[in-house]
């Protein structure tokens, strides 16, 4: 078969299987009971979008083992029965794209529906939202295609005379063309005046992916950046505010009834918001006093689950207090190893993408080495720090949703997460994928050279007239680094202390 990899297909098909069956394990036990033997269609667009995401990290690899196949070719066009990479990644990002700006939200806003309502009008009121959404995302689409939808290719413009083909080679730093006289045939002697801009335009589909990453590169630099250093420091000092020991009857009865007091107060203002929104008074305030609600609600699970773990109950109470302790042991393990992997990440973008010329090529030097020892290693090596850019990402939303007002919360947790909570975070995810392998195929450019995701992110994202300056200067590693480092010291200076219980809570008026 040629340059064919069908052993690479085989695998190929594989993963996608055991991605899908990983997706549904994640869906059937994560899901909260209320969703059980219902809610279809969101399920359906959670396995989906999940599906894509994880598929579209593999790629990656697949990519660069792709690009093995082709290693005895003279030159890229030569070989021509490997995988259409470039295709795959275009397809793959256009469904990722429909996924996040029309299905998913319309399978929100069918969700969050009025339950009063007929499916059909829930289903109306949804199409309403996104074919609104669609219009004014197509004309923005358009006119920005129309307008500055090329790219700028900075290229040297050399040449050289012709001669007979000689009976031996004489070339030297004076002289690196054939024939006599100055000729700017050498790029490393050319005078910058051969320097000449090559402009064309790029694909419709091309384009549509930039603006994605784009988008997903804003929201990547943003939670990636205080997800990097508070995924790691948060198992830390979780460990470090662990309960040393049990507390006795009487202290559970006290702090049980200050949370049941808590837990009546918010019943009644969330009755008292129902009723708002019922009568149609869902103004700032009222988002505002949602947004209150819900946090204090997440804290006070919190609060329960700290309470549960400091007064363990039943025939089994030393067992419990037992897993407790190593709970806390394992995430200190994982916070440790963490830590690892989020340093030498903020050491590879700034050793091999802000210094220029890189100092290193650090990590991609290990995945080659990688490789080397076992054909795989390099690459399981290189998908888990890409994977570890995602995790990351959740982590710096999950922050950042708990302490500023704009964000919304939306936790995910064993066996209680409704659909809104699994599309929200779905969404974020396929959204920061993009993003990630850019951002991947960038910052391992050196591991991931000659693939089809470095042409379609490397050069023509990276040349896209309008969107280059932000790649040229850097802006979003910039702004990764400054965030990791500002959330590395705010948990320096507050990570340590422990959460104490609110007092009473009160809707703003």
């Not at 998913?104 to 009063?116: L, T």
């Not at 507390?247 to 009723?275: F, M, N, P, V, W």
Request: aromatic share 12%; proline share 3%; net charge positive.
């Amino acid at each position: 078969m040629g340059d064919f990899n069908l052993a690479l297909i085989i695998v190929a098909i594989v993963v996608c299987i055991i991605v899908f069956i990983f997706n549904v394990y994640l869906l059937v036990n994560y899901q909260h009971p209320d969703d059980k033997n219902q809610a279809y269609f969101p399920k359906f667009v959670v396995v989906l979008g999940l599906s894509v995401a994880l598929i579209s990290i593999l790629m990656l690899p697949a990519d660069v083992a792709n690009r093995q196949a082709c290693r005895n070719a003279i030159y890229n066009g030569a070989c021509n029965l490997t995988l259409p990479m470039k295709d795959l990644w275009i397809a793959v990002y256009i469904i990722d794209a429909v996924l996040v700006f029309f299905v998913i939200p319309f399978a929100m806003f069918y969700y969050e529906g009025d339950q009063d309502k007929s499916i059909g009008q829930r289903i109306k009121s949804a199409l309403l939202w996104v074919i609104t959404t669609a219009i004014v995302c197509g004309l923005v689409l358009g006119i920005l295609y129309g307008l500055v939808g090329k790219v700028d290719f900075t290229v040297m413009h050399l040449s050289s005379t012709t001669t007979n083909f000689p009976s031996s080679w004489d070339f030297s730093s004076s002289q690196p063309c054939i024939g006599s006289g100055a000729h700017q045939c050498s790029a490393y002697l050319a005078s910058p005046s051969s320097e000449k801009t090559w402009t064309m335009r790029t694909t419709f589909p091309e384009y549509v992916v930039a603006l994605a990453t784009i988008v997903g590169s804003v929201l990547f630099a943003i939670f990636g950046g205080v997800g990097i250093a508070c995924l790691p420091l948060g198992l830390i000092f979780s460990f470090i505010r662990r309960p040393k020991a049990v507390i006795t009857r009487s202290q559970y009865i006290k702090e049980a009834t200050e949370l049941g007091k808590k837990a009546k107060e918010l019943k009644k203002a969330a009755d008292a918001l129902h009723q708002e929104e019922r009568s149609g008074s869902k103004g700032r305030k009222w988002r505002k006093n949602v947004k209150a609600v819900e946090k204090e609600l997440l804290q006070l699970e919190e609060d329960v689950k700290l309470l549960e773990e400091m007064y363990p109950q039943g025939e089994k109470a030393e067992t419990a207090w037992a897993l407790t302790v190593l709970g806390y042991l394992a995430k200190l393990v994982l916070g440790i190893l963490g830590l690892i992997v989020s340093v030498a990440w903020v050491a590879h973008i700034v050793i091999y993408l802000l210094i220029d010329p890189p100092l290193s090529p650090f990590l991609n030097e290990v995945f080659i080495k990688l490789d080397d020892i076992w054909g795989l290693l390099g690459t399981v090596a290189f998908a888990f720090f890409c994977f570890y850019l995602l995790l990351a990402v959740i982590a710096g939303a999950m922050m950042l949703g708990l302490r500023l007002v704009f964000i919304t919360i939306h936790p995910m947790k064993w066996g209680a997460t409704l659909m809104n909570s699994f599309l929200f975070n779905v969404a974020l995810i396929l959204l920061c994928s993009i993003s990630v392998i850019q951002f991947c195929a960038t910052a391992f450019g050196y591991y991931a050279q000659a693939t089809a995701a470095q042409e379609i992110f490397g050069h023509t994202l990276q040349s896209l007239r309008g969107i280059k300056y932000l790649y040229k200067y850097n802006v979003f590693q910039i702004a990764f680094i400054v965030l990791a480092a500002l959330t590395f010291v705010y948990y320096a200076a507050f990570g340590w202390r422990r959460k104490r219980p609110s007092g009473r809570f009160q809707l703003s008026s």
